[in-house]
């Protein structure tokens, strides 16, 4: 069956820009969740998304903001881009079970400001 | 509380040898310890899990060694491989909870 989908895989921007990531979860998950990583911090958790609601959030600036829609595909929308935005970004798809959350991430998308 | 706290941060082994990777928890109330694996240019996929009502799982090469009363739990790669190389991730979960906790990872190199 088909993986987590990203889309775009890369990406430059400039400072102040925005960006919208698109990520399209496994069939029947429900979950979607984003993560940034960066060499120097590992995988920092941004939101995670069921059933159109935010169920959860990390600690980012309101500038990171996403959403989910009725078919589970999720996107992201990072505003007035700074240069420590640059990572990649990484959008996990879970069939929800909890105590047991297995999730499938997809490939990232790599965004560079310059 | 919340933090899942990994060692070392990075490896090197050389081929053959056996890799160990460590994390310890703080917060009890953890019930679920993945393990994930990440090439370079891939996002991270789950290697293997445990529950802390057993004290080890193996799967092939792969074993996770669990201590409840020290709150801490490894990842040991028996007979290292060049395809092993990757940066590792441990997590933890609450019974109920969604979200994994995440240790920073570790960067493993198996040289040949």
């Known amino acids: 069956k088909a993986g987590v989908t990203q889309t775009p895989r890369y990406l430059i921007k400039t400072r102040g820009q925005q960006v919208t990531l698109s990520c399209s979860p496994i069939s029947g998950h429900r979950s979607v969740s984003w993560y940034q990583q960066t060499p120097g911090q590992g995988l920092q958790f941004l939101f995670e998304y069921f059933s159109e609601t935010q169920r959860n959030k990390g600690n980012f600036p309101g500038r990171f903001s996403g959403r989910q829609f009725s078919n589970s595909r999720s996107e992201m929308n990072v505003s007035t881009l700074e240069l420590g935005d640059s990572a990649l970004y990484l959008c996990?798809?879970?069939?929800?079970?909890?105590?047991?959350?297995?999730?499938?991430f997809g490939a990232g998308s790599r965004l560079t400001v310059l | 509380q919340q933090q899942v706290k990994q060692s070392p941060q990075s490896l090197i082994v050389q081929k053959g040898g056996i890799s160990i990777i460590n994390c310890a928890y703080e917060?009890?109330?953890?019930?679920?310890f993945p393990w994930y694996q990440q090439f370079p240019g891939k996002g991270p996929a789950l290697l293997i899990a445990?529950?802390?009502d057993v004290s080890e799982k193996k799967e092939g090469r792969f074993t996770i060694s669990f201590n409840k009363s020290a709150k801490q739990f490894s990842l040991h790669i028996m007979d290292s491989q060049p395809g092993d190389s990757a940066t590792y991730f441990c997590a933890a979960s609450m019974l109920g909870n969604y979200q994994l906790i995440w240790g920073a990872g570790t960067k493993l190199i198996i040289k040949p």
């Open positions: 917060n009890t109330a953890f019930d679920y």
């Open positions: 996990a798809s879970s069939r929800d079970s909890p105590g047991a959350n297995v999730l499938t």
């Open positions: 445990i529950r802390p």
